[in-house]
């Protein structure tokens, strides 16, 4: 999958795709649904499909100081639509310039003249241009104006409810990665590089792989077995583990991390980039009247965690 970050210097084979048009945070069942059916208007077409995205989340620009609510980075984002077979990515820098422009002139001059689109796709609920005056109807209109044929994918329901990034922030924070789970279509994860903590694992003997969740909507604090995925370096691969996400309020007032403890893993992972999928949520985060206390409880955590992972 190639990235592009800035549409004003596009290859001409970037050019002409079929594309779906979303801030797809958490590449749920509902973004999926957006995709294949651009997917299969790139397969009709001869196009390849891509992906029209906006970076940084639109939100973030015009509630800077809001609570953090992002489902995904822009890398993790990126690493799951690479899985699904996107050709090319379209990360447009979103600022309040962009969002002046009206429909008609974000369709003219971007989705025709930068990009070159020869299909686009949205949701249901997508709105686009100034003051979110656009819509299914109008991109229409516009797209037939200007050259490039569009179409609307239905919104999903799943159990009679309808799938959404705000379902799921809310599965997340009542401690439900399974609920997430099932209207993400894959597990909940928290991606990252490896950074250098207190080293307070490696005393207990757990030495854990610590995450910034820094800027993204923090699940329900807590231990949880997790699959970790080792993204680079000599211990790429796959593993099992307990994860606690939260404060360690045992010593004190602390930024909010992830902490994973791999199962059975021996090795140095600094600045390595993992992803942590949340599989279960084991119990709220506690605060212990001194370490052997934490410890004959991490033992349960590590055993609980094992016992749930051979059967997920």
């Not at 005056?133 to 516009?142: I, N, Q, S, Y």
């Not at 030495?207 to 699959?227: C, D, E, K, M």
């Not at 605060?287 to 033992?299: C, H, N, S």
Request: hydrophobic share 40%.
């Amino acid at each position: 999958m190639r990235i592009f970050r800035d549409s004003l210097y596009l290859d001409d084979d970037a050019r002409g795709a079929a594309v779906a048009i979303g801030n797809f945070d958490g590449v749920h069942l509902g973004h999926r649904a957006v995709i294949d059916a651009a997917r299969d208007e790139a397969e009709r077409l001869g196009a390849p499909l891509g992906v029209l995205t906006f970076e940084p989340h639109p939100r973030q620009v015009f509630a800077p100081d809001a609570p953090p609510f992002r489902l995904m980075n822009a890398e993790t984002r990126a690493h799951r639509l690479k899985k699904i077979g996107i050709n090319y990515l379209y990360e447009l820098p979103f600022t309040r310039q962009l969002a002046s422009l009206t429909p008609e002139a974000f369709a003219r001059d971007v989705l025709a003249g930068q990009l070159g689109l020869s299909h686009a796709v949205i949701g249901g609920d997508f709105r686009f241009g100034q003051a979110r005056a656009g819509d299914a109807a109008m991109l229409a209109e516009l797209g037939e104006r200007y050259g490039f044929t569009t179409s609307t994918a239905p919104l999903l329901e799943l159990g009679g409810l309808q799938v959404s990034s705000t379902a799921i922030r809310e599965a997340l924070t009542e401690g439900r990665p399974r609920d997430a789970a099932a209207m993400l279509g894959h597990w909940h994860r928290i991606d990252g590089e490896v950074i250098r903590g207190d080293q307070r694992g490696r005393d207990l003997g757990y030495p854990t792989a610590n995450l910034s969740i820094a800027g993204l909507h923090p699940p329900r604090f807590g231990v949880y077995a997790v699959r970790v995925s080792v993204l680079d370096g000599p211990h790429e691969g796959e593993y099992d583990g307990a994860a606690s996400i939260g404060v360690r309020p045992t010593f004190g007032v602390n930024a909010p991390n992830c902490e994973t403890y791999l199962l059975d893993f021996r090795g140095d992972l600094y600045a390595a980039h993992i992803s942590v999928a949340l599989v279960e949520y084991l119990r709220p985060e506690l605060k212990f009247d001194g370490v052997e206390p934490l410890i004959a409880q991490m033992e349960k955590d590590v055993a609980d965690a094992r016992a749930i992972l051979a059967n997920a």
